[in-house]
């Protein structure tokens, strides 16, 4: 078995199934590195990720975005193809509509692994992080108006535990807001997007490094 196919059995070993509409209540969030932060209660908006692996050449890699500069929120911030669901969707369909929608991919070749740990954000929604395979990169052009780049990072760079830490901001008058960081070259992965890429490293890795900074 070759390295790529051992890590898609562990993977699909790993997820949740991707039938159906995904659980209602969120595994990890941004809540988890400030236990102290105040958390409304609230009815949380659905959303979906889509992860996508290329395993194509000679490692494993993971489709990115970076966001608009012209957004009205998260300009400039890196992050998954994904957003909101439709009424009547599934998270599986939501990621896949979202990924044709931002970077017009094409859904030849991918193949649907499962569902990794729900994510409650800051901002009120419970994202279901959709992790799907191909295995020759896909052809795909950023649509304009939603990303300024689309990229691709080493599935071990996001992997390694080494690679991750825990940053903070302040706002005035505000306590200290942590979360988890990746930074990969110029390109700062952090927020929502890095938790996700924590809460999968942690599932696959037994949860061992999970309390590690």
């Known amino acids: 078995m070759t390295d790529a196919a051992r890590l ?32 409304p209660a609230r009815q949380l908006r659905p ?22 500069d012209s957004l009205a929120s998260h300009t400039g911030q890196i992050a998954f193809p994904g957003g ?3 009424p009547g969707e599934t998270v599986v369909e939501a990621a896949l509509r979202e990924a044709r929608e931002e970077v017009a991919l094409s859904l030849e ?27 020759a990169a896909p052809r795909t052009e950023p649509n304009p108006e939603e990303v300024a780049e689309v990229f ?12 991750h830490r825990q940053d903070h901001y302040e706002l005035e008058g505000q306590p200290r807001r942590y979360f988890w960081a990746m930074p990969y070259g110029e390109r700062y992965i952090w927020g929502v997007t890095a938790g996700i890429l924590r809460a999968l490293h942690d599932r696959l890795d037994g949860g061992k490094d999970e309390a590690a900074a």
């Open 8 to 39: 898609k059995a562990r993977l699909v070993k790993a997820l949740d199934p991707a039938g159906g509409a995904g659980a209602e209540v969120a595994a990890r969030s941004d809540f988890d590195l400030n236990p102290g932060a105040e958390r």
């Open 152 to 163: 691709e990072v080493p599935w071990a760079f996001l992997m390694d535990s080494a690679n």
């Open 109 to 135: 070749g991918i193949e649907v692994l499962g569902l990794a740990d729900r994510y409650e954000t800051g901002t009120g929604f419970l994202v279901t992080p959709v992790v799907a395979w191909v295995t």
């Open 47 to 68: 959303a979906a990720v889509l992860i996508l692996i290329i395993a194509e050449g000679e490692e494993p890699r993971v489709l990115m975005t970076r966001r608009s």
């Open 84 to 86: 909101r669901l439709d």
